[in-house]
Structures are given as structure tokens and as C-alpha cells.
């Protein structure tokens, strides 16, 4: 069945770089495009970025100068790297699958990264 | 960037009442709208797509509806097991959530 599931450190120093990794199971990268949601303590979802089946990438506007997103297909992985990252970064970050009519149709359970010295 | 407004906010209501929840979109977005809830401590649940279809396994008393730029979740006889956050999410033009709705019982 189709699983995605998020890794990474919990707790990153501000003005380090984020590495997270989402390993997916039941499905190819190369026919389905993966995306990536953060949700900070107590609030709403924001979309991060996608890669896509193709292997280009989209990102939010307000973080795309500090991110990078790409993927390993042989290893069914993609991978987020954010730098210069600050508090307001701190987040569950969720990955996802994106279904080409227009929804996220599985998600993983999600990592929670917090930002803090 | 296209806006998704979300009302209300937080809603309390009884069991089998009535429940809607709608978003208005800031330019046209068809009917690429999706719905999702949120337990605590659970990532997000899709529950609609294309505005107005019910994703596998998902109770009938879910509805989407559209009017234009508006769109709405009805649940029609709330359950205690629907309580949580909902949301909704435009992929138009690149993707944005509504600010979400946090269900309660009354």
C-alpha cells in the first residue's frame, strides 16, 4: 500500500540548514510528484514545495530563495534542504502525495523540526 | 497569489447537526478545490475533491458544494468522530490552504 514517511533531525540551530528525507513505498517518483507541507505549533497548513514526476521542482514564492528539494528514485526518496532557517521555520513538515486531479491523496505522519539555540 | 478565505473559524455544534464550512476563493478556481480534516496529532485526511467528490472510505454524510468563487463542506449529521480541523486547499495555481476550521462539540 501506498506509505510516505518523514526523517530528520528534531532540532536544528538557527541559521543552519534543514535536511529532511521522505521515503515512500507503494508507488514511483518517476509517475507521481511528492510535495512538502509544514504546519506550525497551533496553526495552519502552508504549502513548502514539490518535485514533480519529471523530476522539476515548484516551490513557495516566500521560502524558494532558501530551498531546495530533490529525490533519489532509486531509493524511493526525496529530500528537503532549507537554509538560513529561523524560528518562524519551526513546523511539523509533512510530505505528500499529490494526485494529478488536484489533491494530496497520502500523507506521511509528518516530522516535527524545531528551530532553537 | 490566489487567497483562500475560510469561515468560520471555529464552529461548536451539537451531535447530528448540521455543519457547513465554507471558502471563497479570490479569482476562479474551477473546481480545484479539496478538503481535508485534521485530528490532533494526525496529519491531514482527505475527505473531497474536485470540489464536490467524496474520496474512498469517507462517510456519506461529507458533501462539498460550489457556487462561483464559493465553496462549501456539509456534514450533515455530525458525528463525535468529526471532530477536529478541516481545511480547505486550492490547486489552481499553485497551492493554498484556507486558514482551517476547528470543529467542536457543543
Known amino acids: 500500500q501506498v506509505q510516505l514517511k518523514e526523517s530528520g533531525p528534531g532540532l536544528v540551530q538557527p541559521s543552519q540548514t534543514l535536511s529532511l528525507t521522505c521515503t515512500v513505498s507503494?508507488?514511483?517518483?518517476?509517475?507521481?510528484?511528492v510535495h512538502w507541507v509544514r504546519q506550525p505549533p497551533g496553526k495552519g497548513l502552508e504549502w513548502v514545495g514539490a518535485?514533480?514526476?519529471?523530476?522539476?521542482?515548484d516551490y513557495n514564492s516566500a521560502l524558494k530563495s532558501r530551498l531546495s528539494i530533490s529525490r533519489d528514485t532509486s531509493k524511493s526518496q526525496v529530500f528537503l534542504k532549507m537554509n538560513s532557517l529561523q524560528t518562524e521555520d519551526t513546523a511539523i513538515y509533512f510530505c505528500?502525495?499529490?494526485?494529478?486531479?488536484?489533491?494530496?491523496?497520502?500523507w506521511g505522519q509528518g516530522v516535527m523540526v524545531t528551530v532553537s539555540s | 497569489d490566489i487567497q483562500m478565505t475560510q469561515s468560520p473559524a471555529s464552529l461548536s455544534a451539537s451531535l447530528e447537526e448540521i455543519v457547513t464550512i465554507t471558502c471563497q476563493a479570490s479569482?476562479?478556481?474551477?473546481?480545484?478545490l479539496s478538503w481535508y480534516q485534521q485530528k490532533p496529532g494526525k496529519s491531514p485526511q482527505l475527505l473531497i475533491y474536485?470540489?464536490?467528490s467524496l474520496a474512498d472510505g469517507v462517510p456519506s454524510r461529507f458533501s462539498g458544494s460550489r457556487s462561483g468563487t464559493q465553496y462549501s463542506l456539509k456534514i450533515s449529521r455530525l458525528q463525535v468522530e468529526d471532530i477536529g480541523i478541516y481545511y480547505c486547499?486550492?490547486?489552481?495555481?499553485?497551492?493554498?490552504f484556507g486558514g482551517g476550521t476547528k470543529l467542536e462539540l457543543k
Open positions: 474536485g470540489a464536490t
Open positions: 518535485i514533480w514526476s519529471g523530476g522539476s521542482t
Open positions: 486547499l486550492q490547486a489552481y495555481s499553485a497551492w493554498t
Open positions: 479569482q476562479d478556481i474551477g473546481n480545484w
Open positions: 507503494g508507488f514511483s517518483l518517476t509517475s507521481n510528484s
Open positions: 505528500t502525495r499529490y494526485y494529478y486531479s488536484g489533491y494530496f491523496d497520502y
